[in-house]
């Protein structure tokens, strides 16, 4: 049952603090390292990341991230000496995550690129099976889908699964711009009049690039942390509601949860899973996303009356269901953190507020209360604006799903966030 004796600060009432805009931060700040190794929508910078570990964690705890996207919280916690943890229920999640988070020996890395572009040259006229899907015709002209079949049978050839983990993500970063995908939209939007870039001279500058980062990496992450990788980097394709942590064993959790209409990454990341053959059907990928409508699920008290009042406003409806199930589904997660910190450990949730059908959609409010209810307390409650995080700028107020800026009726889809930093009784 709820407790009614839980206050919820008003959040819209909360002064910005300047210092946790980072809006000094520039496009190489935010991809140092490794993080500029594939472009993830709806991802936090680095600087939050660190940050937050920095002030609440020391040398060798745990820190953890069960909505890890592609692994900023895990990378950020090798780079100061933490043992990183990081779930997502996203396949190409966990290949980015897992390959951004290995540091590789460099001159090693090195031979087996060279190595690969010998390959792709003595194979540039080669002609190779290709996949039979649909959906790889819809985006792909038929020179780009054998060249890339042959590029990712060279890569598929790889031994070693980190490097070769590596260069699939190299892969899966030129596929937009190797497709008819609108290079400029973050919605699967086709454009008939693009050119796509040649596969192998795509890969090879990516490559080439992230070669350079993963030096950086290598030098930058702690001899200690490099030499015993798998004791400070998990990384897992999971549910966010089965963290691969003893119960008590974390000293902080950081992360960003997906908002409603989480599926909507699903269509975002349906390039490199049509390539990776992770899934045979679009709406089969969806399903595994938090708060989808496209699977049900048992109704459950959402421990909060703002969550309630929400779904009520939203009427009887399948957009009602899809809020329904996901703070459904978030109070699982939260419930699960719980039990994976140690007693006074953090979660720091970075979440925004959005609206849908006209209705305010408290994110930040329903998590707070939510938590309460569990066994969190307040610790603090950080306003922060978003000048350089990676989202569609702007929400249709009808369905609340990422549109074009030239819609009038457009409105911008989170011109703020919040950082609930809440501790553990």
Known sequence: MMNPSFSIPNLERIAPDPSWAFADS????????THGYYTYPAKFIPQLAGRLIRELTKEDEMVVDPFMGSGTTVVEAMVQGRIGVGVDINPVASLVARAKATPLEPTALARVYEKLQNQLESSARATVSTLNHTRIDYWFPKK???RLAILLQHISAIRDEDTRNFFLVAFAQILKSCSIWLQRSVKPTRDLHKTPADPFEAFQKQARYMLKQNQVFWETVPPRVRQAVNAYRIVQCADARTLPVPEGAASLIVTSPPYVTSYEYADLHQLAALWF???ESLPEFRKRFIGTAYSERVPIDLKSSIADRICAELGENKKSREVRNYFADMLECFSEMRRALKIGGKACI??????????????????????????????????????????????????????????????????????LVMEKE
């Open 26 to 33: 520039t496009r190489a700040h935010t991809r140092y390292i």
């Open 350 to 419: 970075v979440i925004g507020n959005t609206e849908l059908q006209g209705v305010k959609i408290l994110n930040a409010e329903v998590f707070v209360e939510q938590m309460q209810n569990i066994g969190f307390d307040i610790h603090r409650i950080i306003k922060r604006e978003i000048p350089s995080k990676i989202l569609p700028q702007t929400r249709d107020p009808a369905n609340g799903r990422f549109t074009s800026a030239k819609k009038s009726n457009k409105v911008l889809a989170y011109p703020v966030e919040y950082i």
């Open 277 to 279: 053959e992770y899934y």
């Open 144 to 146: 780009q889908k054998e």
